[in-house]
């Protein structure tokens, strides 16, 4: 998972016709149950995200369109899935 609850996050990679709200900053609020592309999130905007049928300030979205906006680094959990390529070396975080 790219977040967690609590994050700020920006929007990327939603397709047409929900792509202008690429690039947005949002606040991550709670996790919502899973949809086909993988988790689910609930969050918040301070200007309205384009939705299925209006403009709101609460939506639900797959965290592949999220990246969190963290202050110091967190656990990337790509390192726990992602094979490591020959020389690469990646500290294990406790």
């Not at 920006?10 to 949809?35: A, K, T």
């Not at 300030?57 to 959990?77: A, N, Q, T, V």
């Not at 390192?79 to 020389?87: D, L, Q, S, T, Y």
Request: with cysteine.
């Amino acid at each position: 998972m790219n977040c967690q609850k609590d994050d700020l996050a920006y929007i990327v990679g939603l397709p047409f016709p929900y792509s202008e709200n690429n690039g947005h900053v949002v606040h991550v609020i709670s996790r919502f149950r899973d949809g086909r592309l993988g988790p689910r999130w609930k969050l918040e905007c301070q200007t309205p995200l384009r939705g299925p049928t209006k403009y709101t300030k609460i939506g639900i979205i797959h965290d592949c369109f999220l990246r969190p906006i963290r202050g110091k680094s967190g656990d990337d959990e790509s390192f726990k899935w992602a094979p490591k390529r020959e020389g690469e070396h990646h500290e294990e975080r406790v």
